[in-house]
């Protein structure tokens, strides 16, 4: 057997595995996409369709179009919020020592739960009546003691958010720690003699170095953000109103209550091209090409 | 000698006979007394059926009482409980996959209509073993027909009532709320007085925020679809949107965070004695508003039926019908199991028995109105029967869960955002036609 071939049947078992749940599934997902395919009146796709479903979507659904902008106030949200916060973590515990090695180790533990535990949990953790949250927020700014956090669609929101970035800020920290102790500790030391202040050293010495590490967080974070489902679903609902239903959690109600498969893989379809072409715009904005002298 | 030999042997071969005719004359009167229709000489001997269930108290103790069935039949039944919410989820993908597993399914009426063509339909077999859909309401009955064919046996059903806190009624000396207004007054009354609201609940959730709006709209005379065409957003409907979303932001008699609570908050709510009034589903009564995690007593807790708009209430029902797989490879024996499973004795046994758990849920009429019932459930299921005798059930579209939803967001958009309910029903309305036009 030639090293070629062995090579090639080391990776035959990863390649099948990722075929089978991911490729397969993604073509599959494609190709309904094409048809018509309603859940209620057949088990397969039935008719082909073109591009009926895509232009559905765009021209002849504005609960489409609304779902579109709300994933987006959400990625941006959730983004902004989880990267701050894990920054904020990571300088904080970037340090060598056995309490901080413990913390990290700690802080890690929101992001091992699981979300739909986490999604019920700051559903009750809210609850006007029996929550905890609300009532400590209540405590300390009395004149939010009336408000109800889901009920408003600016605070639904805003608690969607926050609840994404509990679950995320501590594994992007991990990240960032990781990215802030490899930074040469002379080039922060060189600063420190001539004059930079502690701010002056983190924003031109410190942040440059950390930039691609931020930006894999980044575009890690916003494509999970596309994907947010669990959250509005057991802590929101979708509401107020439509105000935090999310792309995903649109094509699963578009799949599962008007069981119309076809147009539930298209905008799964339209929603993998967001994140395809979001992921391309990051990297090129990041990581722009070095001009040739 | 001889003659005594013979007439030995004549008296020995009656005898013998007159034993085996005995035992064949008992055994058939065994096999003849199966009850509920039940096939006699166990033909299915040996067969294993799956049901799939909710997880919920009533099917508990089909699943506790189930060794009768099997000593009766010879049928194994293996029940599979999954959470309700994913039930729907979970039925569709054995309709996709075309699984011949579970047997027996239960779902809900409204999603009937989209799953009928992987359920086989039961009158011949219900005709064959006289059983009647005269022993349930005709609402219950009417959620499991479709087209004219029964596609499953109500198997668990709800009323709808106004539950209240009784003393605190006596305290202050007011009426049980008849109408809305009545409500709004009382209510007004118990929250100034004691600062306990209605436990309203507006999330749109999984669609449950429309339960309690229909009422208002079918009792003020509107129709949430008629002859094809969407009709929700009627002046009626219009009315009755703006009524319900007063309760929160006009009259005030709601306890707080009722733009955000569903269902099952809002009867903790009672339970845990900070609202007083809870319109909804009875089975709250037996776990939540009366459980062994709430502080009241079942004497402070009274139940009538839902508030009318005018002068006649109209009320909700549902029902959760079981079905047999048409991909299913033991029909007959899992037509057994339906004829067993629904049978009133068992259902009678289920909610008078509580020393294991606290069982609610019954349908047939019988039952309902049964003395032993009553006293078990201090009557709850009186109230029940008069509420299921006037009850409605959603238009049987196989788009209606969705159409559910949309209504469900323009509710919940006109109470928390101040949406004019005329552009929130028009605008659900028109998403609504496009789906019920789909052909």
Request: hydrophobic share 45%; aromatic share 12%.
């Amino acid at each position: 057997m030639t090293d070629r071939s062995f090579k090639y049947m080391f990776i035959a078992p990863a390649f099948l595995l990722v075929s089978a749940t991911v490729l397969y599934p993604l073509l599959y997902a494609i190709w309904t996409s094409f048809h018509e395919w309603r859940l209620s009146k057949s088990r397969a796709p039935t008719d082909f369709v073109w591009f009926e479903n895509y232009a559905r979507a765009f021209f002849d659904d504005p609960a489409f179009l609304q779902s579109v902008g709300v994933t987006f106030t959400f990625i941006i949200g959730s983004v902004v919020s989880a990267i701050l916060v894990a920054l904020l973590i990571a300088l904080l515990l970037s340090r060598q020592g056995k309490i901080y090695t413990v913390t990290r180790t700690i802080i890690v533990l929101p992001f091992a739960m699981s979300p739909a535990l986490q999604g019920t949990s700051f559903r009750f953790f809210l609850n006007q009546e029996f929550g905890v949250f609300d009532r400590l927020i209540g405590f300390i700014f009395p004149f939010a003691a009336e408000i109800d956090w889901l009920g408003d669609s600016t605070w639904a929101m805003i608690w969607l958010i926050l609840t994404d970035t509990w679950h995320w800020a501590p594994f992007l920290s991990l990240m960032l720690i990781g990215g802030l102790l490899s930074i040469p500790r002379d080039t922060i030391e060189a600063a420190s003699v001539d004059g930079a202040s502690a701010w002056m050293r983190f924003w031109t010495v410190v942040l440059p170095q950390l930039l691609p590490v931020l930006a894999i967080a980044c575009v890690l974070k916003t494509i999970f953000s596309f994907k947010m489902f669990e959250y509005v679903y057991l802590l929101t609902g979708g509401g107020p109103g439509t105000s935090t239903a999310t792309l995903t959690y649109y094509a699963y109600r578009q799949g599962f209550h008007a069981y119309d498969m076809g147009y539930a893989s298209a905008i799964a379809f339209v929603l993998a091209i967001l994140l395809i072409g979001v992921s391309v715009v990051y990297f090129r904005l990041l990581f722009p090409k070095e001009k040739e002298v | 000698m001889r003659r005594l030999h013979e007439k030995t042997g004549t008296i020995l071969r009656s005898t013998l006979l007159g034993t085996v005719a005995s035992v064949m004359t008992f055994g058939t009167a065994l096999a003849e007394d199966l009850p509920y229709g039940l096939k006699s000489g166990k033909p299915y001997d040996g067969t294993k059926i799956t049901y799939l269930a909710p997880v919920a108290t009533q099917y508990e103790g089909h699943s506790e009482r189930v060794a009768e069935f099997t000593d009766m039949t010879g049928i194994e039944v293996e029940f599979e409980f999954v959470p309700f919410k994913t039930l729907l989820e979970k039925i569709l993908s054995v309709k996709v996959a075309g699984d011949s597993d579970p047997d027996v399914i239960n779902y809900l009426d409204a999603w009937g209509p989209a799953l009928k063509d992987m359920l086989v339909p039961l009158d011949d077999q219900m005709d064959a073993d006289g059983i009647s859909m005269d022993r349930y309401f005709a609402a219950h009955a009417a959620g499991a027909t479709y087209d004219g064919e029964v596609y499953g046996m109500p198997l668990r059903g709800h009323a709808q009532l106004l539950f209240y806190r009784k003393d605190l009624l006596e305290k202050h000396g007011l009426d049980v709320p008849v109408t809305w207004d009545d409500l709004v007054n009382v209510a007004a009354v118990i929250k100034e007085k004691e600062g306990l609201g209605v436990a309203n609940y507006y999330s749109p959730k999984n669609g449950q925020n429309i339960f309690t709006w229909v009422n208002l709209l079918w009792s003020n005379g509107g129709e949430l679809i008629a002859d094809g065409k969407v009709v929700f957003n009627s002046p009626a409907g219009v009315e009755a949107l703006q009524y319900y979303a007063d309760l929160e932001n006009k009259f005030d008699v709601n306890t707080s965070g009722a733009k955000s609570r569903d269902p099952y908050e809002s009867s903790l709510s009672v339970g845990a004695g900070n609202s007083a009034f809870f319109m909804g589903w009875w089975w709250h009564y037996g776990s939540r508003i009366l459980g062994k995690n709430t502080t009241l007593q079942a004497d402070q807790i009274g139940f009538t039926g839902m508030p009318a708009y005018g002068d006649k209430g109209v009320t909700f029902a549902l029902s959760m019908p079981s079905g047999i797989n048409v991909e299913s490879d033991d029909k007959e024996a899992a037509w057994e199991f339906l004829k067993w499973v629904s049978n009133p004795d068992l259902e009678k046994r289920n909610v008078i028995e509580k020393a294991d758990r606290n069982v609610i849920v019954a349908l047939h009429k019988s039952n309902l109105t049964d003395e032993d019932v009553n006293e078990a459930n201090r009557g709850l299921h009186m109230a029940g029967a008069k509420s299921l005798a006037d009850s409605r059930i959603f238009p049987q579209l196989e788009s209606w869960p969705e159409i559910q939803q949309l209504i469900a967001n323009a509710i919940s958009d006109v109470v928390s955002n101040g949406t004019d309910p005329q552009e929130a029903l028009d605008t659900a309305a028109a998403a609504a036609q496009k789906l019920v036009d789909q052909k």
